[in-house]
């Protein structure tokens, strides 16, 4: 058997591309106003986990929790050459914080098994957190090395890894299974034509369903038939829901989260005056006592 | 973010558009082709989802890696030294990284590991990528060679060169050029001879000029019939990099810098003969030039864009006299008359690109289709398309690549003084589009191969086609002009083939196939408004504007002025 590792992927609102107000008047994120993107940390996380697949034959599985239209960056995962994907997607994880999130993913990763190494992006640019790695193996009591730039050596037993620190890097080592954070240190690779004319046929069993249910086709031996064809041709998405990761749900969703946010406030940023001066002796003397009224200069 | 598909809602119209359906379901055996391999369409609409698919890929591959590039590789260059060339590192990334979006074997079969894509959505992909990099689409465009070798090569040939091309591993150049050959092929001399022991071809000679020439396969045109010296004597050959196939040294040119022009001395290297002997010119070297032109119509087309780009930026944030200069009336008709040339050569490349297609689909059935198969019918279209195309292809180079020059022209132009400085991407443009209505055969080559069709009037049937659409209002009023003007041109065409004179014919054949150009785009752009009412803007600008240029052609070719011919040397000469 091949040896396994899991990347962790999550869809974001795109927070450069912001087409219109980002925060509903009740103070969450209006996700219609808000384009979904493959967090960019995630893809230098599936980045490594494909290198290292190319290096050392891993089988490189991704997992992503989100509403079921999160199947898109799962497939763009498949575009890129990863070989396994898992849509964990259930209404009883709504509304997770960090702490109910790490923990469903632990459970994923449990469910999966055998799994040497756990790759997450550092951290997720709608919440800035970068906590749900450290906690998936807190969670798994496994280590992990935060911060990595790239893998420098792996064994049976043991990686080898160079994170980033303030002002330089160091190297640790790091006995497997282990979950590694991964920074913007190397170049996500683009999805290949290929991966994509094969893999848009990739499939959920909820997409499944609703493509048949759109063709007319309802009962249930059609159902079965099509979801065999799919596995059978390597098109299917695992969807698994809570019970499937056998997660306690009072520890999933907005009963497993107790982080409540008290206040959301809309920053404005506002550009600061701009002066134009002309480039002359007289201009550029009344920039310089200005400079020097306000201690600038001098 | 810049994504060179997603942003450019010409080209979007262009595919959405596009009628391929003929053409995709022959390319792909009547979707038998989704049974055997994964990733092939199963119908024509997930044909066009993948080429729409591929295309955003390759526009975000060009607008977001490539182009921020561009200016590093036009500075720095390849490096030469010891007769071996080598890339500029980020030429090597843009190649590695084209190479892991698998489009390095977009026309060819799928099992020989390419997309067997329709030459038309492999144009696109030239287009951004030139937009981006225009020295990347040289090497990005030379999939022709592997076409070349998928067309006339022995199946033995095909196993052995085309996996290695469609991965990327392999990259080719078309040896044609001599020192003395340029425009007439038909002299070349490079000496291929045959062991008669081992039945073994060797190559002897010089090429210059030969774009990538540093490539590991190459397709060489060379002499094999010793006594022989017209196009009669050439055939075509097919020999990999090695100790006997020395670059002499690379040119320093005035453009695309990112890519090696070489110099090669051949002193004995092994080759294969590709195809029949004696049919390398005629044959084998016109098809591959035909779709090399085709590709250099596209690369044009991707610099103009480019530059028509960011002239337009500038001209929206340069201010003089407290007014941003795109509001004064002489900087807003350049860039109206850069972007109308833009779209006319665009709708002519993918008109030419759907007849190329057109006629390679038949062309394959009658050449290699199971006898019993071959119909009439086939037979017909294939003789049609072909003659269609041979038309076309010249046409749009001629106009994309001048159109080219024109634009690159007036967008340094716009810039002012800003342009001509090398800090802005104006002036690269500008040098780079100037082989563009070099090579591949000049304008003037261009004018000459497409006349002969336009004399036989072979585009008369598909203008006759749109000229019955159902336009009305303004888009009928502004066909009438158009009819009009095809009228004219039908009596220019008359009045010189009647007058019986070659060097007048020669003469005036710039401006037949100029007055031509804008009949036909203009029922491009009508047949366009049609489809979308947003566009009627556009053909009305485009055929207001054509009009008094017909006009001024037309004029010159009544005179039957031969003043010129008879007093050329005195006047030349002062």
Same mark, same amino acid.
């Given at each position: 058997?091949?040896?396994?590792?899991?990347?962790?992927?999550?869809?974001?609102?795109?927070?450069?591309?912001?087409?219109?107000?980002?925060?509903?008047?009740?103070?969450?994120?209006?996700?219609?106003?808000?384009?979904?993107?493959?967090?960019?940390?995630?893809?230098?996380?599936?980045?490594?986990?494909?290198?290292?697949?190319?290096?050392?034959?891993?089988?490189?599985?991704?997992?992503?929790?989100?509403?079921?239209?999160?199947?898109?960056?799962?497939?763009?995962?498949?575009?890129?050459?990863?070989?396994?994907?898992?849509?964990?997607?259930?209404?009883?994880?709504?509304?997770?914080?960090?702490?109910?999130?790490?923990?469903?993913?632990?459970?994923?990763?449990?469910?999966?098994?055998?799994?040497?190494?756990?790759?997450?992006?550092?951290?997720?640019?709608?919440?800035?957190?970068?906590?749900?790695?450290?906690?998936?193996?807190?969670?798994?009591?496994?280590?992990?090395?935060?911060?990595?730039?790239?893998?420098?050596?792996?064994?049976?037993?043991?990686?080898?890894?160079?994170?980033?620190?303030?002002?330089?890097?160091?190297?640790?080592?790091?006995?497997?299974?282990?979950?590694?954070?991964?920074?913007?240190?190397?170049?996500?690779?683009?999805?290949?034509?290929?991966?994509?004319?094969?893999?848009?046929?990739?499939?959920?069993?909820?997409?499944?369903?609703?493509?048949?249910?759109?063709?007319?086709?309802?009962?249930?031996?059609?159902?079965?038939?099509?979801?065999?064809?799919?596995?059978?041709?390597?098109?299917?998405?695992?969807?698994?829901?809570?019970?499937?990761?056998?997660?306690?749900?009072?520890?999933?969703?907005?009963?497993?989260?107790?982080?409540?946010?008290?206040?959301?406030?809309?920053?404005?940023?506002?550009?600061?005056?701009?002066?134009?001066?002309?480039?002359?002796?007289?201009?550029?003397?009344?920039?310089?006592?200005?400079?020097?009224?306000?201690?600038?200069?001098? | 973010?810049?994504?060179?598909?997603?942003?450019?809602?010409?080209?979007?119209?262009?595919?959405?558009?596009?009628?391929?359906?003929?053409?995709?379901?022959?390319?792909?055996?009547?979707?038998?082709?989704?049974?055997?391999?994964?990733?092939?369409?199963?119908?024509?609409?997930?044909?066009?989802?993948?080429?729409?698919?591929?295309?955003?890929?390759?526009?975000?591959?060009?607008?977001?890696?490539?182009?921020?590039?561009?200016?590093?590789?036009?500075?720095?260059?390849?490096?030469?030294?010891?007769?071996?060339?080598?890339?500029?590192?980020?030429?090597?990334?843009?190649?590695?990284?084209?190479?892991?979006?698998?489009?390095?074997?977009?026309?060819?079969?799928?099992?020989?590991? $390419?997309?067997?894509?329709? %030459?038309?959505?492999?144009?696109?992909?030239?287009?951004?990528?030139?937009? *981006?990099? =225009?020295? /990347? &689409?040289?090497?990005?465009?030379?999939?022709?060679?592997?076409?070349?070798?998928?067309?006339?090569?022995?199946?033995?040939?095909?196993?052995?060169?085309?996996?290695?091309?469609?991965?990327?591993?392999?990259?080719?150049?078309?040896?044609?050029?001599?020192?003395?050959?340029?425009?007439?092929?038909?002299?070349?001399?490079?000496?291929?001879?045959?062991?008669?022991?081992?039945?073994?071809?060797?190559?002897?000679?010089?090429?210059?000029?030969?774009?990538?020439?540093?490539?590991?396969?190459?397709?060489?045109?060379?002499?094999?019939?010793?006594?022989?010296?017209?196009?009669?004597?050439?055939?075509?050959?097919?020999?990999?990099? $090695?100790?006997?196939?020395? %670059?002499?040294?690379?040119?320093?040119?005035?453009?695309?810098?990112?890519? *090696?022009? =070489?110099? /090669? &001395?051949?002193?004995?290297?092994?080759?294969?003969?590709?195809?029949?002997?004696?049919?390398?010119?005629?044959?084998?070297?016109?098809?591959?030039?035909?779709?090399?032109?085709?590709?250099?119509?596209?690369?044009?087309?991707?610099?103009?864009?480019?530059?028509?780009?960011?002239?337009?930026?500038?001209?929206?944030?340069?201010?003089?006299?407290?007014?941003?200069?795109?509001?004064?009336?002489?900087?807003?008709?350049?860039?109206?008359?850069?972007?109308?040339?833009?779209?006319?050569?665009?709708?002519?490349?993918?008109?030419?690109?759907?007849?190329?297609?057109?006629?390679?689909?038949?062309?394959?059935?009658?050449?290699?289709?199971?006898?019993?198969?071959?119909?009439?019918?086939?037979?017909?279209?294939?003789?049609?398309?072909?003659?269609?195309? =041979?038309? /076309?292809?010249?046409?749009?180079?001629?106009?994309?690549?001048?159109?080219?020059?024109?634009?690159?022209?007036?967008?340094?132009?716009?810039?002012?003084?800003?342009?001509?400085?090398?800090?802005?991407?104006?002036?690269?443009?500008?040098?780079?589009?100037?082989?563009?209505?070099?090579?591949?055969?000049?304008?003037?080559?261009?004018?000459?191969?497409?006349?002969?069709?336009?004399?036989?009037?072979?585009?008369?049937?598909?203008?006759?086609?749109?000229?019955?659409?159902?336009?009305?209002?303004?888009?009928?009023?502004?066909?009438?002009?158009?009819?009009?003007?095809?009228?004219?041109?039908?009596?220019?065409?008359?009045?010189?083939?009647?007058?019986?004179?070659?060097?007048?014919?020669?003469?005036?054949?710039?401006?037949?196939?100029?007055?031509?150009?804008?009949?036909?785009?203009?029922?491009?752009?009508?047949?366009?408004?049609?489809?979308?009412?947003?566009?009627?803007?556009?053909?009305?600008?485009?055929?207001?504007?054509?009009?008094?240029?017909?006009?001024?052609?037309?004029?010159?070719?009544?005179?039957?002025?031969?003043?010129?011919?008879?007093?050329?040397?005195?006047?030349?000469?002062?």
């Amino acid at each position: 058997m091949k040896r396994q590792l899991m990347v962790f992927v999550k869809q974001v609102p795109d927070t450069k591309n912001v087409s219109g107000e980002a925060m509903t008047p009740e103070g969450t994120v209006n996700r219609s106003a808000l384009p979904a993107i493959f967090n960019p940390e995630d893809l230098n996380a599936l980045e490594l986990g494909l290198q290292l697949k190319e290096r050392y034959n891993f089988k490189v599985t991704v997992a992503t929790m989100g509403p079921p239209n999160a199947a898109e960056v799962l497939r763009e995962c498949l575009y890129r050459g990863a070989d396994e994907a898992i849509l964990i997607t259930d209404r009883a994880f709504a509304g997770a914080d960090t702490l109910a999130t790490s923990y469903a993913l632990s459970c994923c990763a449990k469910t999966v098994g055998n799994v040497e190494l756990i790759l997450c992006g550092r951290q997720a640019i709608d919440g800035d957190t970068a906590q749900v790695g450290p906690q998936i193996a807190e969670k798994l009591n496994i280590p992990q090395i935060a911060y990595v730039e790239e893998v420098i050596s792996l064994s049976d037993k043991v990686i080898k890894a160079k994170r980033a620190i303030e002002g330089g890097y160091e190297i640790l080592e790091s006995p497997l299974p282990t979950l590694l954070t991964v920074i913007d240190a190397n170049e996500p690779r683009s999805a290949s034509a290929k991966g994509i004319m094969k893999y848009k046929k990739a499939k959920t069993r909820s997409e499944i369903h609703k493509l048949m249910r759109d063709a007319d086709y309802t009962d249930a031996q059609a159902l079965a038939d099509k979801e065999n064809e799919m596995m059978a041709k390597n098109l299917w998405i695992h969807e698994w829901d809570a019970a499937k990761i056998q997660a306690d749900v009072n520890r999933i969703g907005l009963k497993g989260s107790p982080t409540k946010v008290k206040k959301i406030e809309n920053v404005v940023l506002k550009a600061g005056k701009v002066v134009s001066i002309e480039p002359t002796e007289a201009g550029i003397n009344g920039l310089i006592r200005e400079l020097i009224e306000d201690h600038t200069l001098g | 973010m810049s994504n060179y598909f997603t942003d450019n809602k010409d080209l979007q119209f262009t595919l959405a558009n596009l009628e391929l359906e003929e053409v995709v379901s022959l390319r792909e055996n009547n979707y038998k082709q989704a049974e055997e391999f994964d990733y092939a369409p199963e119908n024509y609409a997930d044909a066009k989802d993948n080429y729409k698919r591929v295309l955003e890929l390759v526009g975000e591959i060009s607008g977001e890696r490539i182009a921020p590039r561009a200016r590093v590789v036009d500075e720095e260059g390849p490096h030469f030294e010891n007769n071996k060339v080598t890339y500029h590192p980020l030429t090597v990334k843009n190649l590695e990284e084209l190479r892991n979006a698998e489009v390095f074997g977009v026309m060819l079969p799928r099992r020989y590991g $390419g997309l067997n894509f329709p %030459v038309t959505i492999y144009t696109m992909m030239t287009e951004m990528v030139s937009r *981006a990099d =225009a020295s /990347l &689409q040289n090497l990005f465009g030379l999939q022709d060679i592997a076409e070349t070798i998928n067309e006339f090569g022995t199946e033995e040939q095909k196993q052995k060169y085309l996996p290695r091309f469609a991965s990327g591993e392999a990259d080719g150049s078309m040896d044609l050029t001599e020192p003395d050959s340029g425009s007439d092929l038909q002299s070349v001399r490079l000496k291929a001879t045959l062991d008669p022991k081992t039945n073994q071809w060797y190559l002897d000679g010089m090429k210059r000029f030969i774009t990538n020439g540093c490539a590991k396969v190459h397709l060489v045109l060379a002499r094999s019939e010793e006594g022989t010296s017209d196009g009669r004597g050439l055939s075509m050959f097919i020999c990999e990099a $090695g100790p006997e196939l020395v %670059v002499r040294r690379i040119e320093h040119k005035l453009g695309i810098h990112g890519v *090696a022009t =070489a110099e /090669l &001395q051949y002193n004995r290297v092994p080759a294969e003969l590709c195809g029949q002997r004696k049919r390398g010119l005629i044959k084998y070297v016109m098809s591959l030039m035909n779709g090399a032109r085709v590709g250099i119509s596209a690369q044009a087309l991707g610099i103009a864009e480019a530059a028509y780009r960011e002239a337009r930026k500038y001209a929206a944030e340069r201010k003089q006299f407290k007014t941003a200069i795109e509001e004064f009336p002489p900087v807003f008709s350049m860039l109206a008359s850069m972007k109308m040339e833009i779209m006319a050569a665009r709708a002519l490349l993918y008109e030419t690109t759907k007849m190329v297609d057109l006629r390679n689909v038949y062309n394959s059935i009658v050449e290699h289709g199971k006898a019993e198969e071959v119909t009439p019918e086939h037979k017909q279209k294939d003789k049609l398309y072909t003659r269609i195309a =041979a038309v /076309l292809t010249p046409m749009s180079k001629a106009f994309a690549t001048e159109m080219s020059n024109r634009v690159c022209y007036q967008g340094i132009q716009i810039h002012g003084g800003t342009g001509y400085m090398k800090d802005f991407n104006a002036e690269r443009f500008y040098r780079d589009a100037r082989i563009t209505n070099i090579y591949e055969g000049t304008t003037q080559l261009q004018h000459v191969a497409a006349i002969g069709g336009i004399m036989q009037r072979v585009l008369d049937p598909l203008m006759d086609e749109i000229a019955g659409l159902p336009f009305h209002g303004k888009l009928k009023r502004l066909s009438t002009y158009v009819d009009e003007m095809r009228k004219k041109q039908q009596t220019a065409v008359q009045y010189v083939a009647e007058k019986k004179d070659s060097t007048y014919y020669d003469l005036v054949t710039k401006h037949l196939v100029d007055m031509e150009t804008y009949v036909f785009v203009g029922y491009l752009m009508l047949r366009d408004a049609l489809k979308d009412s947003e566009r009627e803007l556009f053909a009305e600008r485009y055929i207001l504007d054509a009009v008094p240029e017909f006009d001024r052609s037309y004029a010159v070719v009544m005179s039957g002025d031969v003043t010129l011919i008879d007093n050329y040397r005195e006047l030349i000469d002062y």
